[in-house]
């Protein structure tokens, strides 16, 4: 997996009381993401491994965890068309 992101300039988004609101302007959709997703979304552009970083300084999870978790995550965001590998 590219460990760089960027958002789809289609996505509208902004931060309500901790979480992501995505808005798929082209879709209509909206997407609420919980807060490691939120926290994900928001530093998409740091890479992986900056994000691997700091989700295990803010979070209980081992690095491996937060690393699935987070490639995971991005590979779903990339299926729903909200971001893509540069």
Same mark, same amino acid.
């Given at each position: 997996m590219? /460990? /760089?992101? +960027? +958002?789809?300039?289609?996505?509208?988004?902004?931060?309500?009381?901790?979480?992501?609101?995505?808005? /798929?302007?082209?879709?209509?959709?909206?997407?609420?993401l919980n807060d490691v997703g939120s926290v994900v979304w928001e530093h998409l552009e740091e890479g992986v491994d900056k994000l691997v970083e700091r989700i295990t300084s803010e979070y209980n999870v081992t690095e491996e965890e937060a690393r699935k978790d987070i490639e995971t995550f991005i590979q779903e965001l990339k299926e729903v068309g909200a971001v893509f590998a540069e």
């Open positions: 590219s /460990h /760089h992101f +960027k +958002k789809n300039p289609d996505v509208s988004w902004q931060i309500v009381e901790g979480q992501a609101v995505l808005i /798929h302007n082209k879709l209509g959709e909206l997407q609420v």
